[in-house]
C-alpha cells in the first residue's frame, strides 16, 4: 500500500524566514497530494493541493512543488509569521473524491517572532 | 456551524468498556472516513464509506472495532473491549465524490483508556 514519508519532524525558524517540508510517496498511481495544517485541538484542515498533472502551485505565501519522477512533494512557506506555527501534514491519495488519502508523520513548526 | 461534528469531543474509560463515537458529516457529503491519530504521528486510515457501503477497512481496525453508516448520514464508530492500546484521537472526515479530493475533517473524538 501507499506509504508517505515526511521530513524534517519539528522545524524551527525565525519570523520572515522561509520553511520547507519535504515528503516521499512510494504509491505511483497516487494522483492527488493535499497538505493539511493541525492546530492544537483542531482537526486537519487543507491548505494547499497538487494534482500529477501539475509541477508546481503556488498561494499567496505558500506553494507546492511536485516531482512525478523521484515521487517527492514538497511544502515551502515563505515570509513565515507566528500564526503560521502548526503541525503540516502531507498526504498523498489516488482516484477522486478523496479516496483513501495517507498521512505523512506531520511537521511541527516553530516561527519564534 | 454546517461542518462535521463528532461526539463526545473527549471520553475516558476504564479498560475493557465498550465505547462508541458519532460522526455527523456534511450533509451533502457522500463519503465518510474514520481516521486515527496517536500524539506525535499523522491521521492513520481506519476505514471509510461511500453512502452506506463500507468499501475498505484498514488492517489496523481489529474486530473489537466496527463502523456503521446506516442511512448513508451520521456514522458510528465502536470500540470493544478498550485496551490501553486503544487511546488515541479519532477523526472522522468527510468528502463529496467527484470533487477535488480534499477531506472535511472534525475536531475529532479524544479516547483515554485507563
Known amino acids: 500500500g501507499e506509504n508517505v514519508e515526511q521530513h524534517p519532524s519539528t522545524l524551527s525558524v525565525q519570523e520572515g524566514d522561509s520553511a520547507v517540508i519535504k515528503c516521499t510517496y512510494s504509491?505511483?498511481?497516487?494522483?492527488?497530494f493535499p497538505w493539511y495544517k493541525q492546530e492544537l485541538g483542531k482537526g486537519p484542515q487543507l491548505i494547499i493541493d497538487?494534482?500529477?498533472?501539475?509541477g508546481e502551485k503556488k498561494d499567496q505565501r505558500i506553494a507546492v512543488t511536485l516531482n512525478k519522477t523521484a515521487k517527492h512533494f514538497s511544502l515551502h512557506i515563505t515570509e513565515t509569521q507566528p500564526e503560521d506555527s502548526a503541525v503540516y501534514f502531507c498526504?498523498?491519495?489516488?482516484?477522486?473524491?478523496?479516496?483513501?488519502?495517507?498521512f505523512g508523520a506531520g511537521t511541527r513548526l516553530f516561527v519564534k517572532a | 456551524d454546517t461542518g462535521v461534528s463528532q461526539d463526545p469531543r473527549h471520553k475516558i474509560t476504564k479498560r475493557g468498556q465498550n465505547v462508541t463515537f458519532r460522526c455527523d458529516p456534511i450533509?451533502?457529503?457522500?463519503?465518510l472516513y474514520w481516521y486515527r491519530q496517536t500524539l506525535g504521528q499523522g491521521p492513520e486510515f481506519l476505514t471509510y464509506?461511500?453512502?452506506?457501503?463500507?468499501?475498505?477497512k484498514s488492517r489496523l481496525l481489529s474486530d473489537r472495532f466496527s463502523a456503521e453508516r446506516p442511512k448513508g448520514s451520521f456514522s458510528t464508530l465502536e470500540i470493544q473491549r478498550t485496551e490501553q492500546g486503544d487511546s488515541a484521537m479519532y477523526l472522522c472526515?468527510?468528502?463529496?465524490?467527484?470533487?477535488?479530493?480534499?477531506?472535511?475533517f472534525g475536531e475529532g473524538s479524544r479516547l483515554t483508556v485507563l
Open positions: 497538487i494534482r500529477s498533472n501539475v
Open positions: 504509491d505511483s498511481a497516487s494522483n492527488y
Open positions: 464509506f461511500q453512502n452506506e457501503a463500507q468499501l475498505e
Open positions: 450533509s451533502e457529503h457522500n463519503r
Open positions: 472526515a468527510s468528502s463529496l465524490v467527484g470533487s477535488s479530493g480534499e477531506l472535511f
Open positions: 498526504a498523498a491519495s489516488k482516484g477522486t473524491g478523496g479516496f483513501k488519502t495517507i
